[in-house]
């Protein structure tokens, strides 16, 4: 009787300390396996793009501002300080607003019509500047045809590929290209391929501009507006320290 009286009672005991420890919080011990690690020699790509770009969708930020900038809003034409014609294209608010704009009959705007003009003198941007390239105008066109609106998303960063061809030229030709071409480039530096990007690169003017160095010319143009991207530089600065080779 009192064994059966002891068992039973270190049987409640035990299952008593069972409960309790049941109604505790776990206790964190940490990561037992840590991060995953990386066997390709590249670090972790953790980047999340929470909006990332349509490629049927134009952005103005990200795809036609460089342009505008470049090739339209120079000295003398369409700046906030020369506002020809009363138009300005250094920011989405001022493109919108003096730009001549329609989104109903994108074709017939002001804006369209200037940039397929055959004349070079009415053509925008005007000789000895070059014309902007079928492509370009196709994009501008399609901004129109969407609204012209100021979309924004996040675009995806390849920073693995700093090739000439396929990265570098393209920056210059949205970022550079506009102001440094043409019978008359500003500062008297054309960049429009790849020996004359090269003699910037080794002088070391294309990256003092770039990065906004004192006593360089900050670009892109105008005066004021912000560095290119980080990625950009980023592959331009990897481009340069891989020997800026014709690849």
Same mark, same amino acid.
């Given at each position: 009787?009192?064994?059966?009286?002891?068992?039973? *009672?270190?049987?409640?005991?035990?299952?008593?300390?069972?409960?309790?420890?049941?109604?505790?919080?776990?206790?964190?011990?940490?990561?037992?396996?840590?991060?995953?690690?990386?066997?390709?020699?590249?670090?972790?790509? %953790?980047?999340? $793009?929470? !909006?990332?770009?349509?490629?049927?969708?134009?952005?103005?930020?990200?795809?036609? $501002?460089?342009?505008?900038?470049?090739? #339209?809003? $120079? @000295?003398?034409?369409?700046?906030?300080? @020369? !506002?020809?014609?009363?138009?300005?294209? &250094?920011?989405?608010?001022?493109?919108?607003?003096?730009?001549?704009?329609? %989104?109903?009959?994108?074709?017939?705007?002001?804006?369209?019509?200037?940039?397929?003009? &055959?004349?070079?003198?009415?053509?925008?941007?005007?000789?000895?500047?070059?014309?902007?390239?079928?492509?370009?105008?196709?994009?501008?066109?399609?901004?129109?045809?969407?609204?012209?609106?100021?979309?924004?998303?996040?675009?995806? #960063?390849?920073? %693995?590929?700093?090739?000439?061809?396929?990265?570098?030229?393209?920056? *210059?030709?949205?970022? #550079?290209?506009?102001? !440094?071409?043409?019978?008359?480039? @500003?500062?008297?530096?054309?960049? &429009?391929?790849? %020996?004359?990007?090269?003699?910037?690169?080794?002088?070391?003017?294309?990256?003092? @501009?770039?990065?906004?160095?004192?006593?360089?010319?900050?670009?892109?143009?105008?005066?004021?507006?912000?560095?290119?991207?980080?990625? =950009?530089?980023?592959?331009? =600065?990897?481009?340069?320290?891989?020997?800026?080779?014709?690849?």
């Amino acid at each position: 009787m009192k064994n059966t009286l002891f068992l039973a *009672v270190l049987l409640a005991a035990v299952s008593s300390i069972f409960i309790i420890s049941c109604d505790r919080d776990p206790v964190y011990y940490g990561d037992i396996f840590g991060e995953p690690q990386d066997t390709t020699g590249n670090p972790l790509d %953790t980047t999340t $793009l929470t !909006h990332p770009c349509d490629p049927d969708t134009v952005y103005f930020e990200q795809d036609l $501002l460089p342009i505008l900038r470049s090739n #339209c809003a $120079l @000295s003398g034409c369409h700046d906030v300080l @020369s !506002h020809r014609e009363g138009v300005i294209y &250094t920011t989405y608010q001022y493109t919108r607003t003096t730009g001549k704009i329609s %989104t109903t009959n994108p074709t017939n705007s002001k804006m369209y019509r200037s940039l397929i003009d &055959t004349d070079p003198e009415d053509r925008m941007p005007p000789a000895p500047h070059q014309a902007l390239t079928q492509a370009q105008i196709l994009m501008i066109l399609r901004w129109m045809q969407q609204g012209a609106l100021d979309l924004h998303c996040d675009a995806a #960063c390849d920073t %693995t590929n700093f090739k000439f061809g396929t990265a570098i030229m393209p920056i *210059v030709n949205t970022y #550079c290209k506009g102001c !440094h071409s043409g019978s008359q480039p @500003s500062g008297n530096i054309a960049l &429009t391929n790849y %020996t004359q990007v090269k003699a910037s690169v080794d002088n070391g003017k294309f990256w003092g @501009s770039i990065q906004h160095l004192y006593g360089f010319v900050a670009m892109p143009y105008p005066a004021g507006s912000a560095k290119m991207p980080d990625c =950009e530089i980023t592959q331009i =600065e990897k481009w340069i320290n891989n020997g800026a080779p014709n690849d």
